[in-house]
T-cell receptor, first 111, second 114 residues
Framework: GDSVTQMEGPVTLSEEAFLTINCTYTATGYPSLFWYVQYPGEGLQLLLKATKADDKGSNKGFEATYRKETTSFHLEKGSVQVSDSAVYFCALLYNFNKFYFGSGTKLNVKP | DAGVTQSPTHLIKTRGQQVTLRCSPKSGHDTVSWYQQALGQGPQFIFQYYEEEERQRGNFPDRFSGHQFPNYSSELNVNALLLGDSALYLC?????????????FGDGTRLSIL
């Protein structure tokens, strides 16, 4: 069945460090892929998306490229800030608006 | 423009009780989905409502039921509560005909079972 696998956290980085959070997926068709972010005590906020192979989603300095050949959608940012500390979820959207989420990766950024 | 709103924000129940959670979708949205997010986990799809009917369902028992009203708002009901039902319950809304577009999430209801 459809599923998403994320790298386990927590990931702890110093401010201005480079970030990569790995995400791979399994899908029977051609899903859309998303990254959501969740700050403490809040719901999920859409960070970026890609709807077809080779698309690159980007927002607030974050980027992810839809790689069909490796079934991956890794999240990257060149220089993280303390305010980026949150939990990041990779998600697959397929089959009538039903999301499959990864288990989340907690990011801690230290000043 | 109000986003997705959920009530209550927190709720404490005991085993065996029943609970009702409420959700108002974002303006212009007609489809509501419910998710359960256990501590330290990603959200798990419970079910989705469109045109006042359950359109699809995840792997949850019949103790979980829902309803959608003509104004598109929705309720999630859970009967015979178990300790394992303790979680953050998230509501998400979207617009029909815009498949493959992101859903908008509320801040959730934190349900604690004692």
């Amino acid at each position: 069945g459809d599923s998403v696998t994320q790298m386990e956290g927590p990931v702890t980085l110093s401010e201005e460090a480079f970030l990569t959070i790995n995400c791979t997926y399994t899908a029977t068709g051609y899903p859309s892929l998303f990254w959501y972010v969740q700050y403490p005590g809040e719901g999920l906020q859409l960070l970026l998306k890609a709807t077809k192979a080779d698309d690159k989603g980007s927002n607030k300095g974050f980027e992810a490229t839809y790689r069909k050949e490796t079934t991956s959608f890794h999240l990257e940012k060149g220089s993280v800030q303390v305010s980026d500390s949150a939990v990041y979820f990779c998600a697959l959207l397929y089959n009538f608006n039903k999301f499959y989420f990864g288990s989340g990766t907690k990011l801690n950024v230290k000043p | 423009d109000a986003g997705v709103t959920q009530s209550p924000t927190h709720l404490i129940k005991t085993r065996g009780q029943q609970v009702t959670l409420r959700c108002s979708p974002k303006s212009g949205h007609d489809t509501v989905s419910w998710y359960q997010q256990a501590l330290g986990q990603g959200p798990q799809f419970i079910f989705q409502y469109y045109e006042e009917e359950e359109r699809q369902r995840g792997n949850f028992p019949d103790r979980f039921s829902g309803h959608q009203f003509p104004n598109y708002s929705s309720e999630l009901n859970v009967n015979a509560l178990l300790l394992g039902d303790s979680a953050l319950y998230l509501c998400a809304s979207s617009r029909s005909g815009e498949e493959f577009q992101p859903q908008h999430f509320g801040d959730g209801t934190r349900l604690s079972i004692l």
